[in-house]
């Protein structure tokens, strides 16, 4: 790699560090913290929100679905734009009105506020468990293009290199140097995909014509994918739409309910179609490279699709341009890392450990912060794959909190038993299925069957809570 690439990626992490510096001289509160005052508004925090949701993870990962089935793996963002539609009807009018009168800090403390102390501890623990998963992936990610990129470099000191610098910034900034370097390394990401990454491998792999002669028909379809892995999709990523941690700290972020608002439909168009195509077409675009020879190294069995992106990069850019686009795909990274990273510190210290009272509230929720990352680092050096990590992640939050979420927002009188029961049962299910590696009829994930079984117990409990009652009014 070149000097001129290595100066530019070298000024932009330490502009990142430079924000993170610049908010910790003005943060005074957990409120300014986590919250970031909540005075943020709909641009901030609708670019916030696409680059915390699509991130490294889902760029790297939609690179890999590109890599390996073509347009069809952009399904998996479709799912993306619908539950940020559906969370900015349904969910956030409730939540933002809550969280301005309450000053919650935190999801699980919404939960507190309607079904009581016991569920909402419960639901920091899961939430806090799935993000440090989450914070994870997003490192791997980054060291997975880190490596790609500097040939000389292992994967173990580049997770080192990674998570220390995602680490650091956040630890120190709090949220609003989250969401400020999000809008910054949203602009930079799509800049540097639109405008360098996708003509330069456009035209480098030989434009339509090769393409076309290079891959199958399925690759340029859109339904080259079972109806059960869309299935799984939408089960997966839509109701992280309405139990993410990092969406409600934006939901409490912005200025009002409608800034808010506006935000998630920003989030959504960005999601789908814009993100979703491109990811997906630069991963088919390395496909076409490998299988023509350009990336002389490397073979269908001795490449990681995850990798043939970052590598395709690597071969085809020429000096300055690839400096450009790795700062692009370490935005992406870094985005997601440090909002997954605030979300699981938030969770530790306002609903396991309630030290958001304290008087030394801002410097536990450093200390916090620190520790996890350096967990969340110790994760991504056990794991290989970002996509399925990520996933998994998704899966346990989503299985044991989805229904308690819904029966607070549609049901008059929602069940704290239920909801607690539904939440260990899901969320159990899910664990279990996932690592006794269990095979699911037709091929659905095991979060489906968690959800389910979720919802089967919330609906026992309730019954037999309101049987129990009439009974006693009866007597």
Known sequence: MHFIDILIFVIYLIAMLGVGFFFMMRNKTPDDYYVGGRTLKAGHIGLSVVATDVGGGFSIGLGGLGFIMGLSGSWLLFTGLIGAWLSAVFLIPKVSK??????????????????????????????????????????????????????????????????????????????????????????????????????FAYFKVGGIETIQKTLKPDFLSLTAVSWSQIVNWMFTIVPIWFIGMTLYQRIYAAKDTKTAQRGWLIAGLFEYPLMAFLGVSLGMFARVALENGLLTDYTLSTLDAEMGLPVLLRT?????????????????????????????????????????????????????TLIIGVLALFIA?????????????????????????????????????????????????????????????????????????????????????NWQKTDLTYY
């Open 98 to 199: 809550i969280g301005k009168a309450q000053k919650l800090l935190t999801f699980p403390q919404f939960l507190g506020g309607v079904y009581g102390k016991r569920v909402a501890l419960f639901a920091g623990i899961i939430s806090a468990i799935g993000y440090i998963g989450f914070t994870s992936s997003q490192i791997l990610a980054g060291a997975k293009l880190a490596a790609s990129t500097f040939p000389e470099l292992s994967i173990e000191i580049a997770l080192i290199v990674m998570g220390t610098i995602a680490v650091v910034y956040t630890v120190l900034g709090g949220l609003k140097a989250v969401i400020y370097t999000d809008t910054i390394q949203w602009i930079i990401l799509m800049g540097g995909l639109l405008f360098v990454a996708l003509p």
């Open 316 to 368: 085809i850019l020429p000096v300055g341009f690839m400096g450009i686009v790795l700062s692009a795909y370490f935005s992406a990274i870094m985005s997601t890392a440090d909002s997954c990273l605030m979300a699981a510190s938030g969770n530790v210290l306002t609903d396991v450990f309630k030290l958001h009272k304290s008087k030394y509230n801002l410097r536990y929720s450093q200390l916090i």
């Open 381 to 465: 050096l056990k794991v290989t794959s970002v996509l399925e990590l990520m996933l998994h992640s998704y899966s346990f939050m989503v299985s044991g909190m989805i229904i308690p979420v819904l029966a607070a927002l549609f049901l008059k009188k929602p069940n704290p038993n239920a909801a607690l029961i539904a939440m260990i049962s899901g969320g159990f299910t899910t664990l279990c299925l996932i690592l006794l590696d269990v095979s699911i009829i037709w091929g659905l994930d095991a979060n489906i069957v968690g959800i389910s079984v979720s919802a089967v117990t919330y609906a026992i409990e309730h019954l037999i809570s």
